[in-house]
């Protein structure tokens, strides 16, 4: 199947990288220049009213030490955020441009060496305005001077190397240039802010602005192409005899898109919210249903707490069971007027399941129950994948299964039971794919048989890691099924980090083993109230917005190659033209 365009969307995080040291890329600079003198490049011609030879440290090395030295001081002054290690970076990307640019006069007349060298300052200042732009502010005059502290600090060098002159000649093309680039970032933009009121720059900044010191900017965009939403949220109450109580709720919302912007933290913050051990396993939602906000996740507590003041308690559970449909198989357990499904196709790889599956489950449940709760255990991750759609043949088995389950449990034995909890943290980090709740175990015991729902703070795990916890846990109780949160906060960059590909299954079992364990010693009789929470006035991403976010994004990667190419070649065009009349 071809990848969707969120998918291809996520697949753009390869673009992404960390810049070097700074000490590393001024050590290249310093050598190009020691190459370039070394090379006998100061012998091709000797001007006669230049005082010096042409030098490679003169016209690169120099203006590139200069434009790293004043950048970040500059782009600070305007209020915004850059590093050393990203003004170093720039200085020698434009240091090999322009090098580059400069000696390709070889292919034609040496006498040409000072319109090449101005051709080669003034795009590099044109690139520095494009980069600049992107990561820094996307306000094009707050830039203009950052942008020119290396080709001004060559057109100083060109005075001296060649004429004085040279200034005016310089001046002209690096209004070409500039030109050029500018036009180039307004058409480069002009496809989001048409289809979504948004600058691409703009949100390029905050996205930046959110790697480098955390900062939340991005969550305006995200409102400003949102919308609102009225989804159901299912609650099951453990009102225990001692110990601490549970509440189990399954947001049909999706914890994302990244870090801590949006709903990435929703488990954890609703779960601290609560003073209940609060577990927050992964329901029906896509990216489509990525929160804007944080703030948003305070709708979500309050439709909660609404609930919690016509709760009927009641101390009966039925025994745990299991069903197949195709390559879907459910753990299901009924709750007093509550049934619990936690769905998984593992070890076949499975993403997001569409919102319209969970309301259709929930509709053809609650013919014989007012409340049905439907997990995805969100439990096996090979590669970025696409979301399940109503209509496909999975759905469809997602379907066929919780019609098996609503037929076993409409007539099952319920009786009292008794209910286990267990919080532990885990030493691991988000680099390492856990959020921070850690694993949570909530065993549940009746009729002499023990289920264990064991959920790990990640995003989705690796292939093959589920099984192999989940041998280890049926050795301590009769069923049991690994669950993760969908937690975005260990994904900053790209979409793939599940648990178990950066921790070995071997070193993670242990831990889980012993929260099982102490979730077991924890059993205590219960009662069970379920609930049916009405989240409205979420404002999330909105219904295929991310679709047509990818879709504008990757129709913009297509054309902008053959784009800014043109533009160059233009802009060379016309610098030799004025190049041709001055001289």
């Known amino acids: 199947m071809a990848q969707e365009s969120d998918v291809r969307l996520g697949n753009l995080a390869r673009f992404i990288f960390t810049a070097p040291s700074w000490q590393r890329s001024l050590f290249l600079i310093a050598l190009l220049g020691f190459v370039i003198d070394g090379a006998g490049v100061r012998s091709w011609v000797i001007f006669p009213v230049s005082p010096l030879p042409f030098s490679g440290t003169f016209a690169f ?27 170093a970076l720039l200085a020698l990307a434009g240091t090999v441009c322009a090098v580059i640019i400069t000696l390709s006069c070889r292919v034609s007349d040496t006498a040409m060496l000072p319109y090449f060298y101005a051709a080669a300052i003034s795009f590099v200042f044109g690139f ?139 488990p954890k913050i609703v779960h601290d919210y609560f003073g209940e051990e609060t577990l927050v396993p992964h329901g029906c939602a896509t990216h489509d249903f990525n929160l804007v906000a944080e703030s948003e996740i305070e709708k979500v ?27 879907v198989s459910v753990l299901y357990q009924r709750f007093s007027d509550t049934v619990l499904m936690v769905a998984t196709r593992s070890p076949q790889r499975t993403e997001d399941l569409d919102y319209g599956i969970g309301m259709a489950i929930m509709s053809e449940g609650h013919r014989f129950f007012p409340h049905v709760a439907f997990v995805d255990a969100h439990n096996c991750m090979t590669d970025l994948s696409s979301p399940i759609h109503l209509g496909t043949l999975t759905a469809t088995e997602y ?16 009786r009292p039971f008794r209910a286990g909890i267990c919080h532990q943290l ?96 924890d059993l205590s009789p219960a009662q069970v109230a379920g609930s049916t929470a009405q989240c409205g006035h979420i404002v999330v991403f909105g219904s295929t917005r991310i679709t047509q976010f990818a879709s504008t994004v990757n129709a913009i990667l297509v054309f902008i ?11 060379f065009l016309l610098s030799l033209f004025a190049y041709i009349v001055i001289a």
């Open 61 to 87: 090395t120099l203006p590139a030490i200069v434009a790293f030295a004043l950048t970040k001081p500059l782009i600070e002054l305007q209020g915004k955020t850059m590093t050393w290690n990203r003004s």
């Open 128 to 266: 520095r305005i494009l980069v600049l732009a992107a990561i820094a502010d996307y306000r094009i005059p707050r830039i203009l001077g950052p942008a020119f502290t290396h080709s001004g600090a060559g057109i100083l060098a060109g005075m001296i190397l060649f004429f004085p002159a040279f200034f005016l000649f310089a001046l002209v093309l690096h209004i070409v240039f500039g030109a050029a680039f500018i036009l180039l970032i307004w058409l480069i933009e002009r496809p989001l802010y048409r289809a979504f009121q948004i600058r691409g720059l703009a949100f390029i900044n905050a996205f930046i602005a959110h790697m480098t010191d955390g900062s939340k900017g991005m969550e305006q965009f995200f409102r400003d192409i949102g919308e609102e939403i009225f989804v159901p949220q299912v609650c099951l109450f453990f009102r225990r005899g001692k110990g601490k109580d549970v509440l189990v709720t399954v947001p049909n919302l999706h914890p994302g898109p990244m870090g801590e912007i949006g709903g990435g933290n929703l």
């Open 301 to 327: 507590i309050d439709a909660i707490q609404a609930t919690k003041t016509n709760l009927s308690y009641a101390p009966l559970a039925a025994q745990s069971g299991r069903v197949q449909a195709g390559s």
């Open 399 to 414: 379907l066929d299964a919780a019609r098996k389950v609503f037929e076993r449990c409409r007539d099952v034995e319920i």
């Open 426 to 521: 885990l030493p691991f980090s988000r680099e390492q794919g856990f959020g921070d709740l850690g694993v949570q175990v909530l065993v549940i015991e009746t009729g002499g048989q023990k289920t264990g729902y064991v959920l790990l703070d990640g995003n989705n795990m690796a292939q093959g890691v589920r099984e192999q916890l989940r041998e280890q846990v049926l050795t301590l109780v009769d069923d049991a099924e690994i669950m993760t949160t969908d937690s975005h906060v260990v994904n900053t960059i790209t979409g793939k980090n599940p648990v178990g590909q950066n921790v070995p299954a071997p070193d993670l079992a242990p831990l889980v083993l012993s929260a099982v364990r102490e979730a077991i010693d």
């Open 561 to 571: 190659a053959p784009l800014a190419l043109a533009f160059l070649l233009l802009a």
